[in-house]
């Protein structure tokens, strides 16, 4: 009787068995360099490439399993290059976030002549490769007496970006233009109007647009390998890069220094999980 | 408080106009509601002269003085949407108080008014609440509180009520009509809803097609109706209309013969037309009676709403056309009944081929 009632049960579970072992893999391949690489952290140097390889470090089990961390965070000037990465993807993020809100309102909700071919304008620059503008970008750089600073790689982040005004201008344009309307006949400025209304209405998306400039910027390794010199300015990646020369390689330091270097992203990314997802739904604000 | 004045007010969308020469002009402290179904033109009017439009030509002047081109904090109006467009990321308070902050007005003014809007309109426990926590008919007072806080000269209001259940409906309609006799402020308001249009306005401003089709009180609009449009559209249920022939023309009265063969007789001017000519007859479904003396034109009844004090009987005459008659809550009637029914020809009205209608010549002293 049950099963006349729901012929469809048995296809059901079926479809949800093999739904799962899809995600599992993808999982399982997706996860494997993470879980690799934490191993790796925790090996001494003669097991990386030990062959059968272990899966459980040995370095675990002795007196002094955190041997590789402290010795990058002690030793290895891994302090600085952290600190040098959190505020250069820090302001980045908080740049691209002033940048891409002033331009994706501005796209969304503003009457401005030719706004639409100037918004193509903006989504074609993503599309440009970094090679190709890299020179006169260190050119400028080096005009402006910038290299060596950290200013090349927070500035430009103040100005434009397509990916995070392209989200924007989208979830803008999904809020309610009566908002806009209501607060214009009580008087509201257009700045008022995007300043007090919308702004906060697009929480969502501009944590998203923060989230995804950060670990941009935090993943960046052409710029501050182009433009900063000195040891006391150099991001993580480049801290990173010292642990590889031409002839040999501290594998084990450098997973250390990539777990330790992964792990912001991945607390930032959970904290603020709720708000990323709503950011690329869209605005479908209540009330 | 103030007046308001339209003059060959147009509107165009491309090369489309949506709204064409209009011209009318609102009395100080009236309540005018513009009707009319969608798409013709009612919002559009209202956001021009709020200011978040502008008209392709004509004039608008608030208290005399032209206003095109001003914005509307300069024109003094208050705006109430059909969405509420409450922020939601504020409370109630901030909600209201939104406007006075923006004016810049000191905390304690703020606070005094704030709290004053919301004690008239029953909202003091509601102050500290987020827009999402409130029933629709209390998220429509804190908008109505928005406007008022601010006390303007002009409130206008685009079809506040349309998105509350049809009991709220009714209380919110009691509700604005009562803040209009407090605040005695000009309200222009919007609705597709001629039961609103009829029951809030001082007068209604009836729109077609983006074209003033009728100005006047709700009973002028109800007993004397310009045009079949108008008159289709004010009352409910809505006026039968019978296609006929003229068939005779006196100085009291003309005969319309349907196309079933059936008479009536109607009194109304006809002067300028002649006999032979198609008209429609116009009889309001409330002013049907049951014949009981064999006079009438013959019904048979399809469908009967019995809604207790009246029975809306749906039928068809013999030609098939469909009318409905308002009769007395008792009537023992069934569907497929074959009945008569009769009308006082000083309550029928009749409108030319095009649509508008001929002088009444015993409409009630209004």
Redesign the interface.
């Known amino acids: 009787m049950t099963a006349n009632l729901h012929p469809n049960r048995g296809n059901a579970r079926v479809t949800l068995i093999v739904l799962y072992a899809v995600l599992l893999i993808y999982a399982v391949v997706t996860l494997m360099p993470f879980i690799w690489m934490l191993i790796t952290s925790f090996k001494e140097p003669r097991d990386v490439f030990k062959l059968p390889p272990s899966f459980v470090p040995k370095l675990l089990f002795t007196d002094h399993p955190f041997e590789n961390y402290v010795e990058i965070w002690t030793q290895r000037d891994f302090v600085i290059y952290f600190r040098n990465s959190a505020f250069v993807s820090f302001m980045a993020a908080v740049g691209q976030v002033f940048a891409t809100s002033l331009g994706g309102y501005a796209f969304a909700r503003l009457d401005l002549p030719g706004k639409n071919w100037l918004f193509a304008l903006v989504l074609v620059t993503a599309f440009v490769p970094v090679e190709v503008t890299i020179i006169p970008e260190f050119l400028i750089m080096r005009g402006l007496g910038w290299v060596d600073t950290f200013l090349p790689l927070i500035v430009p982040s103040f100005l434009v970006g397509a990916f995070g005004t392209f989200m924007l201008r989208e979830y803008f344009a999904s809020l ?1 233009r ?2 806009g ?8 400025t257009p700045f ?1 109007i995007f300043w ?2 919308y702004l ?2 697009a929480q969502p998306a501009l944590v998203a647009v923060f989230v995804i400039a950060f670990i941009n910027n935090w993943d960046e390794l052409l710029r501050p390998l182009l433009f900063l010199n000195s040891n006391e300015l150099k991001t993580v990646p480049l801290g990173l890069m010292s642990f590889v020369s031409q002839y040999e390689a501290s594998w084990t330091l450098l997973m250390a220094g990539s777990v330790i270097s992964t792990l912001p992203l991945i607390i930032i990314y959970m904290l603020t999980q709720k708000y990323v997802l709503q950011g690329f739904v869209g605005g479908g ?3 | 408080m103030a007046t308001l004045s339209l003059h060959s007010i147009v509107k165009a969308f491309g090369k489309t106009d949506v709204i064409k020469d209009i011209s009318l002009s609102v009395e100080d402290g009236e309540f005018v509601v513009f009707v009319g179904p969608s798409g013709c033109g009612k919002s559009t009017l209202l956001r021009i002269i ?3 439009e502008d008209q392709t030509s004509g004039e608008l002047r608030i208290d005399g003085q032209e206003v095109t081109g001003k ?3 300069e024109r003094g ?3 109430v ?3 509420y ?5 504020l409370t109630v308070f901030d909600n209201i108080a ?2 006075l902050r ?2 810049k007005n000191n905390k304690q003014e703020v606070k005094a008014r704030v709290e004053a809007a919301a004690a008239t309109l029953n909202l003091t426990d509601r102050l500290h609440h ?3 926590e409130l029933s629709g008919g209390q998220r429509q007072r804190v908008a109505i509180g ?1 406007a008022i806080v ?1 006390d303007p000269k002009l409130f206008l209001f685009d079809e506040p009520l349309s998105n509350l259940d049809a009991s709220l409906r009714g209380a919110m309609r009691v509700e604005l009509s009562e803040l209009h006799q407090q605040l005695k402020t000009t309200m222009i308001y919007v609705t597709h809803d001629q039961v609103e249009a009829m029951t809030m306005a001082d007068r209604i401003v009836v729109l077609n097609g983006g074209i003033l089709e009728q100005f006047g009180t709700p009973m002028e609009l109800y007993h004397n109706p310009q045009s079949r449009f108008v008159a289709g559209f004010i009352g409910q249920p809505g006026m039968n209309f019978i296609p006929a022939t003229l068939i005779d023309m006196g100085a009291e009265q003309i005969t319309a013969q349907f196309a079933g063969q059936a008479t009536q007789n109607a009194r109304v001017d006809a002067k300028g037309h002649s006999t032979g000519v198609s008209i429609d007859v116009g009889i309001r479904p409330d002013d049907l009676k049951l014949a009981t003396d064999g006079a009438g034109f013959a019904v048979r009844v399809r469908v009967l709403e019995r809604l207790g004090a009246s029975t809306i009987v749906y039928g068809n005459l013999a030609d098939d056309t469909p009318i409905c008659a308002a009769l007395d809550g008792l009537v023992k009637l069934q569907a497929g009944d074959q009945i008569a029914l009769t009308v006082d020809p000083d309550a029928v009205h009749v409108f030319d081929t095009g649509g508008r209608a001929l002088p009444r010549l015993a409409a009630p002293a209004l």
């Open positions: 309610p009566d908002y309307d209501a607060a214009y006949v009580d008087g509201a008022q007090k209304v906060p209405l604000v209540k009330g | 709020a200011g978040l914005e509307p904090i109006v208050a705006m949407f059909q969405s467009a409450l922020y939601p990321h939104f406007p923006l004016k987020k827009p999402s928005r601010r």
